[in-house]
């Protein structure tokens, strides 16, 4: 999965938030005592109204709250010459930090934030931490409650998280991990423990990897999406799972028989307060849906993915049997391989593994994605759409691109298919998000 850090600069001396509502990764740079590192590319000023005590684990200090009841926390890399390398239980939670907190900066220094530390700050928007942070523990319910956050990112460091600790978290859309993780994972945007496979917190953008066995409790709870699709892979969900949130309609990939299998290994209560939600199994779905796509950076492999999450489709993966490196897509460079196919039409003809995919006469409705690649749809696609019969199908193009549009490539591709029912392509890009994909999908009408 390709990991989004989104940046969010706050100038502490002003005091106000200029960053997007998230929960965001930044990086960091060495700080003195009335600084701040870890959430930016310059030194921040300290807020001067935190409190503190000595850490009783570890050399360094732990703050413990704010006198000043500021919106916008700052907190020191040093105090007193020391580390700062905790925040302590409770200490900016709503029992104790009344006023609402908007943004908060959490040095690299802390490896610890305790278990309701910004409990129920409902306001809090952007929680900064950097990519160098040595942040190794976070407390039960720490950020539970935390109804605006959009956005979060864990760093590689990380091994600990408590109960609950993004409960009721329902805004938030991305989910990263650094990739340096080995106990935790953010694919398909939702957070994973890899011991026990189970999703802990999921987001409204997420899809479900099928490593994922265990639904954990309070995943989805006060989530903002209407669908979630669960993979067969799933063996028990837990209480609470889709309580108080927008869903009305579970997909699940595996017959009616395996879902009466999870459902007596499951909570009774996984979906308290969205007992009406449509259950709508693989054996009783009509649509036949297939998702074809080829991906040469995710990007693409990406929206496919909304698509298939969204109806309840099959994906098909096309794959050159000679993959395309890094190297091989410098679009600039003269020398490479995609420019050398491009300047030439004779080395487009590109083999794949496999371009028939199976049971392809139960398939009504086609979804063919691909990147632009000099205005036209990336050649790759070319040997799926020649190997197969498009008669009585339905077809839907879409692309990803950073700045050119579906152009004459959809036409492209319907000309050279010479039958089906191709509807007018949709470009996406590599920042388009699942509600975008579900607004366009809502709107064919198939």
């Known amino acids: 999965m390709k990991k989004t850090v989104k940046l969010f600069i706050m100038i502490a001396t002003a005091l106000c938030l200029i960053s997007a509502f998230v929960f965001s990764a930044c990086g960091g740079e060495t700080g003195g005592n009335n600084s701040a590192n870890g959430g930016g590319d310059a030194n921040h000023e300290a807020t001067d109204t935190l409190t503190f005590e000595k850490s009783a684990a570890q050399e360094g200090y732990i703050v413990t709250g704010d006198e000043g009841q500021t919106a916008n926390i700052v907190i020191p890399a040093e105090h007193e010459g020391e580390p700062v390398v905790g925040i302590a239980d409770s200490a900016f939670g709503y029992a104790q930090h009344t006023s609402a907190i908007l943004s908060v900066l959490i040095p690299d220094s802390v490896t610890e934030i305790g278990k309701n530390a910004f409990h129920n700050q409902s306001a809090l928007a952007s929680v900064n931490i950097g990519t160098n942070s040595k942040l190794k523990k976070i407390g039960n319910n720490a950020f539970s409650g935390n109804s605006s956050l959009q956005s979060i990112y864990l760093p590689a460091g990380l091994s600990e998280l408590g109960d609950d600790?993004?409960?009721?978290?329902?805004?938030?859309?991305?989910?990263?991990?650094?990739?340096?993780?080995?106990?935790?994972?953010?694919?398909?945007?939702?957070?994973?423990?890899?011991?026990?496979?189970?999703?802990?917190?999921?987001?409204?953008?997420?899809?479900?990897?099928?490593?994922?066995?265990?639904?954990?409790?309070?995943?989805?709870?006060?989530a903002t999406m209407t669908t979630l699709t669960i993979p067969k892979s799933v063996t028990s969900i837990e209480k609470y799972a889709i309580s108080d949130s927008a869903i009305t309609k579970v997909v699940y990939k595996g017959t009616s028989e395996e879902w009466d299998t999870l459902m007596a290994a499951s909570s009774k209560y996984w979906n308290m307060g969205n007992e009406n939600a449509e259950i709508v199994c693989s054996d009783a779905q009509t649509s036949h849906i297939l998702v074809v796509y080829f991906s040469a950076t995710g990007n693409t492999e990406k929206i496919a993915g909304y698509i298939a999450d969204i109806t309840g489709a099959t994906t098909f993966e096309l794959v050159p049997q000679n993959p395309?490196?890094?190297?091989?897509?410098?679009?600039?460079?003269?020398?490479?391989?995609?420019?050398?196919?491009?300047?030439?039409?004779?080395?487009?003809?590109?083999?794949?593994?496999?371009?028939?995919?199976?049971?392809?006469?139960?398939?009504?409705?086609?979804?063919?994605?691909?990147?632009?690649?000099?205005?036209?749809?990336?050649?790759?696609?070319?040997?799926?759409?020649?190997?197969?019969?498009?008669?009585?199908?339905?077809?839907?193009?879409?692309?990803?691109?950073?700045?050119?549009?579906?152009?004459?490539?959809?036409?492209?591709?319907?000309?050279?298919?010479?039958?089906?029912?191709?509807?007018?392509?949709?470009?996406?890009?590599?920042s388009s998000a699942k509600d975008d994909v579900q607004s366009w999908i809502d709107g064919l009408n198939l």
């Open 165 to 222: 600790v993004f409960n009721n978290c329902g805004a938030l859309d991305t989910i990263t991990v650094a990739a340096g993780n080995t106990r935790y994972s953010g694919a398909g945007n939702c957070l994973i423990d890899l011991e026990t496979n189970t999703l802990i917190r999921g987001s409204n953008q997420s899809v479900i990897p099928e490593t994922v066995t265990k639904i954990g409790a309070a995943a989805f709870r006060r």
């Open 324 to 430: 395309y490196t890094a190297d091989d897509l410098k679009y600039g460079d003269g020398n490479s391989r995609v420019s050398k196919e491009h300047g030439d039409q004779s080395l487009r003809d590109i083999p794949l593994v496999k371009s028939a995919p199976d049971n392809w006469e139960d398939y009504t409705t086609v979804f063919v994605g691909y990147p632009i690649w000099w205005g036209e749809a990336a050649w790759p696609v070319n040997g799926f759409i020649k190997a197969n019969d498009f008669t009585g199908k339905t077809v839907v193009p879409f692309c990803t691109a950073a700045s050119s549009d579906v152009g004459n490539s959809d036409d492209q591709l319907k000309n050279l298919a010479g039958a089906g029912d191709w509807k007018a392509g949709r470009r996406f890009f590599s």
